[in-house]
């Protein structure tokens, strides 16, 4: 029954200690991040041409650059914003050694599934605007170029504007669809149980349609097409906190019959 107390007195170390391992960690985070964005700033041009693929498909031909510094400055967003996709397994690697040690046995082996997911889960929400969610907002949002009266109403896309809508669009997705791992966290930390969160379900989804209101466009479509999921991963939230709960109490039964 001492073991895994044990276990986490033997992983104690000083503050120092502590300091020094933090130290040390950021400084691995920071010099990936570094080197990938010298590697993602030369093929910041290629990841770009495929960013702009929706707004082709979507019968935009052109884009302008309005400010001297624009191009510079979007081919630099473009970098950091590969460089942390491409870094962040190793960001997450980083951030679990650090903080394993603390845990107990039963803590790491609840947790590292979580780890696991959230990479996953963040590419398929930004799977999802990329490929759903961005042509249907440029579809309804170029809509409104046109004959206005014998004149003829275009929409220039600047280069900068553009790219801070896709990025709003695939981090607000991907972010999103944390939602089954944050509820997930905060149920193992006690903060909020499984009955709570079914009882709390009509609010639940009154705030996931009030998310996708602020991260969607202004536009019916593209707000029910991010809300609609969010509903889904709250369900499968609860359904995966339900075989959590399940797990814990076998293995506290198992336990309570060794002892």
């Given at each position: 029954?001492?073991?895994?107390?044990?276990?986490?007195?033997?992983?104690?170390?000083?503050?120092?200690?502590?300091?020094?391992?933090?130290?040390?960690?950021?400084?691995?985070?920071?010099?990936?991040?570094?080197?990938?964005?010298?590697?993602?700033?030369?093929?910041?041009?290629?990841?770009?041409?495929?960013?702009?693929?929706?707004?082709?498909?979507?019968?935009?031909?052109?884009?302008?650059?309005?400010?001297?510094?624009?191009?510079?400055?979007?081919?630099?967003?473009?970098?950091?914003?590969?460089?942390?996709?491409?870094?962040?397994?190793?960001?997450?690697?980083?951030?679990?050694?650090?903080?394993?040690?603390?845990?107990?046995?039963?803590?790491?082996?609840?947790?590292?599934?979580?780890?696991?997911?959230?990479?996953?889960?963040?590419?398929?929400?930004?799977?999802?605007?990329?490929?759903?969610?961005?042509p249907a907002a440029l579809h309804f949002l170029l809509s409104f170029q046109g004959n206005l009266g014998g004149v003829h109403q275009?929409?220039?896309?600047?280069?900068?504007?553009?790219?801070?809508?896709?990025?709003?669009?695939?981090?607000?997705?991907?972010?999103?669809?944390?939602?089954?791992?944050?509820?997930?966290?905060?149920?193992?930390?006690?903060?909020?149980?499984?009955?709570?969160?079914?009882?709390?379900?009509?609010?639940?989804?009154?705030?996931?349609?009030?998310?996708?209101?602020?991260?969607?466009?202004?536009?019916?479509?593209?707000?029910?097409?991010?809300?609609?999921?969010?509903?889904?991963?709250?369900?499968?939230?609860?359904?995966?906190?339900?075989?959590?709960?399940?797990?814990?109490?076998?293995?506290?039964?198992?336990?309570?019959?060794?002892?």
């Amino acid at each position: 029954m001492n073991a895994p107390v044990d276990d986490l007195e033997a992983s104690r170390a000083p503050l120092l200690d502590h300091l020094i391992e933090l130290r040390r960690r950021l400084f691995f985070c920071f010099a990936t991040v570094f080197v990938a964005i010298l590697l993602t700033y030369t093929f910041s041009r290629d990841i770009f041409t495929l960013l702009v693929q929706p707004l082709l498909k979507a019968g935009q031909t052109k884009i302008v650059t309005i400010g001297v510094f624009d191009g510079f400055f979007v081919q630099l967003k473009i970098a950091i914003f590969a460089a942390l996709m491409i870094s962040f397994p190793v960001i997450a690697n980083q951030l679990w050694q650090f903080v394993a040690p603390g845990l107990y046995r039963q803590e790491k082996r609840a947790l590292l599934p979580f780890l696991i997911a959230t990479p996953i889960l963040f590419a398929m929400g930004a799977s999802m605007a990329y490929f759903v969610a961005v042509p249907a907002a440029l579809h309804f949002l170029l809509s409104f170029q046109g004959n206005l009266g014998g004149v003829h109403q275009e929409a220039l896309t600047s280069v900068a504007s553009y790219l801070d809508f896709i990025m709003q669009f695939l981090f607000g997705f991907g972010i999103a669809f944390l939602m089954p791992v944050l509820l997930m966290i905060v149920e193992r930390a006690g903060l909020v149980t499984r009955k709570q969160l079914v009882a709390g379900r009509r609010y639940a989804i009154v705030g996931c349609f009030a998310l996708a209101l602020v991260l969607a466009p202004p536009d019916a479509g593209s707000m029910i097409m991010l809300a609609v999921p969010l509903v889904l991963l709250y369900e499968l939230a609860l359904i995966a906190i339900w075989f959590s709960e399940r797990g814990r109490k076998k293995a506290a039964a198992t336990d309570l019959v060794e002892s």
